[in-house]
Nanobody, 121 residues
Framework: QVQLVESGGGLVQPGGSLRLSCAAS????????MGWYRQAPGKQRELVAT???????TYADSAKDRFTISRDDARNTVYLQMNSLKPEDTAVYYC???????????????WGQGTQVTVSS
């Protein structure tokens, strides 16, 4: 099992910035994709950003041009730099690791416990 631990959440003013960190218990280079998802109360969990082990990134429309996902394989850590934060960004942010299915093993997803991000004045 892969353990993922998020940190860096908190309360921030609109327009402010936060950097979330996700520390993994194993080499993230062995995981096809790492990502960040978020879930607000009463809403479905949604994709924020992903980054593959070849550094290919994707972003939700709501996150592009404001958020940046990056990875530091030497530290087994994935980051989400969030700038120009809006109240609509308020949610619990979850780190995700994804391994596609192979011939012998089914697809696997690993999740952290989440870190709360609150954007409010």
């Amino acid at each position: 099992q892969v353990q993922l631990v998020e940190s860096g959440g908190g309360l921030v003013q609109p327009g402010g910035s936060l950097r979330l960190s996700c520390a993994a218990s194993t080499s993230i280079s062995s995981i096809y994709a790492m990502g960040w998802y978020r879930q607000a109360p009463g809403k479905q969990r949604e994709l924020v950003a992903t980054i593959t082990n070849t550094q290919t990134t994707t972003y939700a429309d709501s996150a592009k041009d404001r958020f940046t996902i990056s990875r530091d394989d030497a530290r087994n850590t994935v980051y989400l730099q969030m700038n120009s934060l809006k109240p609509e960004d308020t949610a619990v942010y979850y780190c995700n690791g994804h391994r596609p299915r192979t011939l012998f093993v089914g697809a696997r997803d690993y999740w952290g416990q989440g870190t709360q991000v609150t954007v409010s004045s």
